[in-house]
């Protein structure tokens, strides 16, 4: 240890360069899972977030609630199939409304409050109680609409009364309302009194059983629909694999980058600094020590990138929090760091090797030290 | 109990046609404080001896004994705790860790294998420096200093651990003559001053009478002894 923090402190600029490579490294990685974890949520946090445990669609949409109407005798069977606790309907449109005098998208999602079709947790206020009230959640890329206020679609004023996190539709704020005033708003768009079919249905399955076998029961009895257990509808949601998987590759050529950026930096460091690893050996300290004191280097270099990128991208989330609200999430982040730390030992294995191949007797010949 | 006592020992680098003999069976004892200077020209076996002797290299055949202590059968592990707490060694070139100052070159030896470098260490360190004509310079680098200044803090680094052997190799092969001589007086002086037993590789003739006694090494094989011919300072 006293050797490793002796050269750190003589080789100052070149540690804290690797550290600071390091750094920057991280905050590409923390920046883009914030950003890519406000994007998945605001696409899957509707369904994500919902109270109920199954899901189910028209066979024709392929899974895509946009795709989805649900024929009104579907409700009463699967309301009448066994181990269904409740049904709700969910009617999801998308409606331009008002707000404090400004237009916005506004994605309606009309259900029974007190039935599945609602965020299983509320942040703050209450539940829709009736006509005229709705529960708001934005993605973290709208500006937040807060209890109190008013959002007008197709001539109705809804008030919210509640907030939800990470319970928003398409990205979009989402805006949780009765299944009655979902229909008014979709008629007063038509101009007729159209028949409003919901997109989905929400089923809560009795206590004790699995909503997987639930939701493959519903839909061998049923004919006409797809259900699916809640988790197995969110990975269904069109755009989301995609999504993932791209920010997956930059995740893991970010991870290389690491790996090979502190790899090379420690070999040549141990190339560099040979004769002295040889006098070391010669004098009597054991290959161990030498090797830990590497160790102790990479743990302290990576490490030290880490915080510093862990805090700086900490603060420029919250510099940006207007433009897309993204934040650290703390089990990933404290993940990715242990992650990148880890791979920084790993990646050392080239200098600890070299290490462990050096040969004391070196020392003896003329020239080597 | 003598310093160091070889018996028989034998070195041999290659296999079949392509051997050389380093050291052919080799006896050589050195009492404690003695003071033995080896001599021989280049490739006759005197850095050879001098690893073996450090367990630093590993003989063929035949016993090394350090302070009654059989060090051929030594693992690495063992051998390096050898060389830290039993043998001092400087080396023929400017052996110094570039990026430690003076005063951590000494101390490092007692940074590993589990000890502490305690007020005690970090005063011998510095009387040792003082000693050495170094008190000034301790905190200065390796490139801050010339190259007499580096051979008397290798100096100070082997005895750093109070040694019973100290093992020197060619200590004046990159000093000028009055340099040499400096560094020639010193290690004679910290050395007899200790009580320590010590062998001095070299082919300087300038270093010869600063030994208790003169051998000679040729093609691996050590010649009768000879008193030391000179007396220093």
């Known amino acids: 240890m006293y050797v490793a923090f002796k050269e750190i402190r003589r080789s100052l600029g070149r540690f804290t360069l690797l550290s600071l490579a390091v750094a920057l490294l991280v905050i590409l990685l923390l920046f883009f899972q914030a950003v890519a974890g406000t994007l998945t949520s605001g696409l899957t946090g509707g369904l994500e977030s919902s109270s109920a445990d199954v899901l189910v669609y028209d066979v024709r949409a392929r899974l895509n609630p946009a795709n989805s109407l649900i024929p009104a005798p579907v409700i009463t069977q699967v309301s009448e199939s066994p181990d269904v606790a409740a049904v709700s309907p969910i009617g999801l449109s998308v409606f331009t409304g008002t707000t404090d005098g400004d237009e916005i998208d506004v994605q309606l999602v009309g259900g029974d409050p007190t039935g599945p079709s609602v965020p299983a947790e509320i942040a703050d206020g209450r539940l829709p109680q009736g006509p005229g009230e709705g529960l708001f959640s934005g993605s973290g890329f709208d500006n937040p609409i807060e209890i109190g206020q008013t959002v007008s679609v197709e001539g109705i004023d809804f008030e919210v009364v509640g907030t939800a996190d990470d319970a928003a539709f398409n990205l979009l704020p989402t805006l949780y309302v009765t299944f009655e005033d979902f229909t008014s708003a979709s008629q007063n768009r038509a101009g007729i009194p159209i028949e409003v079919a919901p997109s989905l249905l929400g089923v809560i399955v009795v206590d004790g059983a699995d909503p997987a076998e639930v939701a493959e029961q519903l839909t061998q009895s049923i004919v006409g629909i797809e259900a699916l257990e809640r988790p197995a509808a969110v990975d269904a949601l069109p755009g989301v694999g995609q999504i993932t998987q791209s920010f997956n590759i930059l995740y893991v050529l970010l991870y290389i980058v690491v790996a090979i950026v502190t790899g090379v930096f420690f070999l040549i460091l141990t190339v560099q600094k040979q004769d002295a690893l040889v006098l070391l050996r010669a004098i009597g300290t054991g290959s161990r020590d030498v090797v830990t004191s590497v160790l102790i280097q990479v743990l302290v270099v990576v490490g ?64 080597a030290i | 109990m003598p310093a160091l006592e070889m018996s028989q020992v034998r070195k041999v680098y ?38 073996v002797a450090g367990a630093l290299l590993r003989p063929t055949s035949g016993s090394v004994k350090v302070g009654g202590v059989e060090i051929t059968d030594l693992d690495d592990k063992e051998a390096a705790r050898f060389r830290r707490d039993q043998v001092g060694f400087v080396f023929q070139s400017v052996n110094l860790v570039p990026f430690l100052t003076a005063r951590e070159n000494l101390l490092v030896v007692r940074q590993f294998g589990g000890s502490k470098i305690d007020g005690a260490a970090k005063k011998r360190a510095d009387q040792l420096l003082d ?86 090494m040729v093609d691996g094989v050590l010649s009768s002894a000879a008193p030391a011919t000179a007396t220093t300072t």
């Not at chain 1, 510093?308 to 982040?333: E, N, P």
């Not at chain 1, 030992?345 to 070196?362: C, E, F, K």
């Not at chain 2, 003999?21 to 404080?33: E, R």
Request: hydrophobic share 45%; proline share 3%.
């Open chain 1, 304 to 367: 030290a990138g880490a915080v510093i990128g862990t805090v700086v991208t900490a603060g420029l989330l919250q510099l940006t929090r207007d433009v897309f609200g993204a934040s650290l999430d703390s089990t990933t982040t404290t993940l990715s760091v242990a992650a990148i730390v880890v791979l920084g030992l790993l990646a050392s294995v080239g200098a600890v090797r070299r290490v462990l191949a050096i040969d004391p007797m070196q020392a003896t010949r003329s020239g």
């Open chain 2, 131 to 216: 000693e050495l004509g170094l008190g000034g310079r301790g905190d200065n680098l390796p490139s801050q200093l010339s190259g007499g200044q580096k051979q008397r803090v290798a100096i100070g680094r082997a005895l750093m651990n109070e040694p019973p052997l100290v093992l020197v190799d060619e200590p004046t092969s990159a000093l000028d003559s009055e340099l040499g001589k400096q560094v020639m007086d010193l290690l004679r002086s910290e050395i007899k001053g200790r009580g320590v037993a010590a062998i001095i590789v070299t082919h300087d003739d300038r270093v010869l009478g600063y030994g208790d006694r003169q051998v000679q």
């Open chain 2, 14 to 51: 290659g296999a079949d046609d392509q051997q050389v003999v380093a050291l052919n069976d080799v006896d050589l004892t050195v009492d404690d404080d003695e003071m033995l200077i080896l001599v021989g020209p280049s490739g006759s076996g005197k850095t050879t001896l001098l690893t």
